[in-house]
């Protein structure tokens, strides 16, 4: 990987031109695990869904069980492909990262009104997104991930 941050080293590949095992913050590394985490517990759960459905104690509609597993497997996909992308400072993931925790926020909510372990669930998802949230926009975030603020000409 070259470590020229000029922009035709930075542009095509989705990267900000740096050498990843020495630039990336500390906030970058953070919210990508924090997104790994939440990816894998979305897997987690359509997995116990699926083994569920297998066992045969799921609910009446096996087709909604199935179609409940595969839906939460392949929703995983995208916090773990995005965890991936900031954990290899790719422009690109910034975005997705992002879109993954605004919808954890009213997710994180609605749990926290329940009762039980779903109001701790809620709360420890919202406090997940807001610092994923938080390392994301911080300035040498942005720095390490190209996004300037300024539009490309």
Do not use: Y
């Amino acid at each position: 990987m070259s470590k020229d941050p000029s922009p035709s080293a930075a542009g095509d590949s989705g990267t900000a031109g740096t050498d990843t095992t020495a630039a990336r913050p500390l906030r970058i590394t953070l919210a990508a695990a924090l997104l790994a985490l939440e990816g894998l517990a979305v897997a987690g759960g359509g997995l116990i869904m699926l083994v569920l459905l297998l066992a045969g104690s799921s609910p009446e509609n096996a087709t909604q069980a199935l179609a409940g597993s595969v839906t939460a497997l392949l929703l995983a996909l995208l916090p773990l492909l995005t965890a991936r992308g900031l954990w290899r400072l790719r422009r690109w993931s910034r975005s997705p990262a992002v879109f993954v925790q605004l919808l954890a926020l009213p997710v994180g909510w609605t749990m926290g009104n329940g009762q039980g372990a779903w109001v701790a669930g809620g709360l420890a998802l919202a406090a997940v997104a807001i610092t994923v949230l938080v390392c994301l926009f911080h300035p040498r975030s942005n720095a390490a991930l190209g996004a300037t603020g300024a539009p490309d000409a």
